[in-house]
């Protein structure tokens, strides 16, 4: 696996590449500042992105957005030391795959670069899937209804995918952790609340938020 890690802490970018390369076997690319990190990702092939949320010129949160809006579509995680849930929804919102809170251990990092490293989408047997008056777009990630277009997170393509896949079906909050997360990433369900409320905001843009329903101490459904 090849892997880009901004990291502006010296002691602690230092123990994560000797460990990812120890551990893990991979190949590591390592800048300080947000700037290197986007021009890093976009000039190179990686697997996983590694970013951390404060560093100079230009912070993990900016640097994910811009990527985003490039239209980069490899994985990101984001390392913070803000665990609030506001936190965790502005790092989602940004496009980030995952998130994990500092301090971590180093077995957890590996485990959800593994979980990132082998998303796998279900085959797709059309481009265009349509429900109601909304078009949602495989390849460009993107819900259409007539002129207006909504670009979303991989994440939010993954959770809106396999609802509409399986509309009208209550799934549970486990089944939707390990298709879109993958339990290996020790991902808490407060992670999944925040991506269908992330999802919700941009469904509400065309009037179809409440397609997307909460199924109490169960799980999620999309309405046919």
């Known amino acids: 696996m090849n892997i880009l890690l901004a990291e502006d802490d010296l002691q602690l970018g230092e123990l994560i590449v000797y460990m990812l390369k120890k551990k893990g076997g991979y190949m590591v690319d ?45 994985a990101i995680l984001m390392l913070t030391a803000k665990d609030a849930v506001e936190d965790r929804i502005e790092g989602l919102d940004s496009g980030a795959d995952d998130y994990l809170v500092k301090p971590f251990e180093i077995d957890e990092l590996l485990a959800r670069l593994r979980a990132l490293s082998r998303r796998n989408y279900a085959p797709f047997l059309e481009e265009e899937v349509q429900i109601h008056d909304m078009v949602l777009n495989r390849t460009s990630q993107v819900i259409r209804q007539g002129d207006k277009e909504i670009q979303l ?23 939707i952790l390990d298709r879109v997360w993958g339990y290996e990433t020790d991902v808490s369900m407060k992670t999944i609340d925040a991506t269908v409320k992330l999802l919700r905001k941009k469904l509400d843009l065309i009037g179809k938020q409440d397609l997307l329903k909460s199924i109490r101490g169960v799980g999620y459904k999309f309405e046919k």
């Open 153 to 175: 997170s991989p994440r939010e393509f993954q959770l809106l995918d396999l609802l509409l896949q399986n509309k009208g079906q209550v799934l549970p909050r486990e089944v």
């Open 30 to 74: 390592w800048v300080m500042e947000g700037e290197d990190a986007y021009d890093y990702a976009i000039a190179s092939h990686y697997d996983v992105l590694i970013l951390d949320w404060m560093m100079p010129n230009g912070d993990g949160v900016e640097v994910c957005r811009r990527l985003r809006k490039k239209g980069y579509s490899r």
